[in-house]
């Protein structure tokens, strides 16, 4: 088997594992990315850089992981920060303000 030919073989793998494992179909997914990209462009959220220009020297470590969620009827994201002892924090931060709403050790 060629490395080319494993590494797209890995690629289709994990996409399968991914969307019909987790339940997520590329339609959804896609949905999901124009909701929030037209949330950005009328203002509703901020984009992830600003918010992490807000949020960076409060968060306890580095960014390893961000999700963007709508919570009823407000955006919220979601970084996973590691800190230099190694441990796991999840941060929820309001997409439109920049605050940090909720800060947990995992």
């Known amino acids: ?6 590494g797209v073989f890995r690629a289709v793998v994990v996409a399968t594992v991914l969307f019909a ?6 339609a959804a997914a896609s949905h999901d990315h124009d909701k929030a990209l037209q949330a950005v462009k009328t203002g509703e959220i901020r984009p992830l850089s600003e918010i992490l220009n807000i949020v960076q020297d409060k968060l306890p470590g580095k960014v390893v992981r961000t999700k963007l969620e709508k919570k009823g009827k407000q955006w919220v994201y979601e970084f996973r920060v590691v800190d230099s002892e190694g441990q796991l924090f999840e941060v929820y931060v309001d997409a439109h303000s920049g605050e940090i709403r909720r800060m ?3």
Do not use: S
């Open 104 to 106: 947990r050790k995992k």
């Open 21 to 26: 494992g987790g339940g997520i179909t590329p």
């Open 1 to 6: 088997m060629t490395l080319w030919f494993r």
